[in-house]
Each structure stands twice: as C-alpha cells, then as structure tokens.
Antibody, heavy 123, light 109 residues
Framework: QITLKESGPTLVKTTQTLTLTCSFSGFSLSVRGVGVAWIRQRPGKALEWLALIYWDDDKRYTPSLKSRLTITRVPFKDQVVLTMTNVDPVDTGTYYC???????????????WGQGTTVTVSS | SYELTQPPSVSVSPGQTARITCSGDVLAKKYAFWYQQKSGQAPALVIYEDYKRPSGIPERFSGSTSGTMATLTISGAQVEDEADYHCYSTDNSGEHRGVFGGGTKLTVL
C-alpha cells in the first residue's frame, strides 16, 4: 500500500525559505517509472501542479515558480524535499505530495495523494 | 486562466446524471484524469486515461473524451458525490508538466 505524508512548518515569514518534506512508503523512488510530485491549493483556488522528480532524478517545474522551487530526493531515505524561496502571503495554502505513475502514453499522472500540510505565510 | 477549462459549478438532484466538462487543446493528444476532492480532504483519483476506473470507484462514475473535451459523468448522483472535481493532464510544452483545470463544485441536493 502506497502512502505519503507531508511535513514542515505551519507558519513562515515573508521572504523566508519554505522547506517541506514528503515521507513515503510502499514504493521506492529508485524503481524505474516512479515519480513524486508536489501540488498546492491556495485558499479557494484550484489545484496547482508545482514540481515532479522522477526515479532517475530528472526534474520538472511549473514555469511560473521555477526560479523559486527546488525538488530533491533525500539519499538513503524514502523522502522527497521541496524548497520554495522568498515566500509571500500568496504562497499560503495546502501543499500535497503525490505518487506518480506513467500512463500508457508515458506521461505521468498522480495516482496516490498525501493528506496535505497547511502553510501560512505571514509578515 | 487555465490550460484546462471547467465550469465552476454543476448542480443536480439526487438520482440525476451529473456531467462535468473539461476542455483544452492538450486533450487532443493527452489523456484526461479526474480527481474527487471532498470538503477538507485530499483529492482522490476517480478516472484515469480518459475513461478507466480505479478499483473501488463506483460504476456510476464514467469518463469520455471527444476532441479537446473530456467529460466526467456521474450516473445517478448521490449526496455523497458532492465534492469538487478536478481534471488533470500534461501540458503541451514537451516538458511533461502537469496541469489542472480550475475545478468544478458539484452540488447534489
């Protein structure tokens, strides 16, 4: 059974760097074909895809936030970390990590979600 | 604006058929996926690869596509189906980035 759980600060100050950790079980990110993505949902807004890391350490970022995001895997641990620099109150929201699998056309989709972690950015 | 466009809301009475659309150029070549998000919960996959149902998803949930539009159909909607529904696909950048629609609030009452 695949499970993921997000952790990190609930409150960060404007301009600080936000670091979120995704701890997972039931799969290995070293296995070919696996990916872990981060998605956020700002209050009253739609889901927003942020970043994806593949089993081979290849990475993808949403263009609008690419300069502020870094997704990495933690060596020897079943964890993926997302850092977001220079946060602003508009970054307030719930952040989810999720297991990704390839579809039959080899594009990746989210098949299992974590429960999410809520982050508030305040001055 | 979003690469995938959904109606903000759909409302049906219990037992009626609810249809939620998702349109976008990417759907001409990429699959559509649908997620159900009940209040206060994380999203959950209900349809993948346009029309396939994950195990455990009731048969009343179905998906279809035509051209650049995908449709999620809930036949005989139940009160417990009231939720936000999000469509998802992959963008056309060649970078394999995910994209979501704006979400649709389904009200069943």
């Amino acid at each position: 059974q695949i499970t993921l759980k997000e952790s990190g600060p609930t409150l960060v100050k404007t301009t600080q760097t936000l670091t979120l950790t995704c701890s997972f079980s039931g799969f290995s990110l070293s296995v070919r074909g696996v990916g872990v993505a981060w998605i956020r949902q700002r209050p009253g807004k739609a889901l927003e895809w942020l970043a994806l890391i593949y089993w081979d350490d290849d990475k993808r970022y949403t263009p609008s936030l690419k300069s502020r995001l870094t997704i990495t895997r933690v060596p020897f641990k079943d964890q993926v970390v997302l850092t977001m620099t220079n946060v602003d109150p508009v970054d307030t929201g719930t952040y989810y990590c999720a297991h990704n699998s390839p579809d039959s056309r080899f594009y990746y989709y989210i098949d299992v979600w974590g429960q999410g972690t809520t982050v508030t950015v305040s001055s | 604006s979003y690469e995938l466009t959904q109606p903000p809301s759909v409302s049906v009475s219990p037992g009626q058929t609810a249809r939620i659309t998702c349109s976008g150029d990417v759907l001409a070549k990429k699959y559509a996926f649908w997620y159900q998000q009940k209040s206060g919960q994380a999203p959950a996959l209900v349809i993948y690869e346009d029309y396939k149902r994950p195990s455990g998803i009731p048969e009343r949930f179905s998906g279809s596509t035509s051209g650049t539009m995908a449709t999620l159909t809930i036949s005989g909607a139940q009160v417990e189906d009231e939720a936000d529904y999000h469509c998802y696909s992959t963008d056309n950048s060649g970078e394999h980035r995910g994209v979501f629609g704006g979400g649709t609030k389904l009200t069943v009452l």
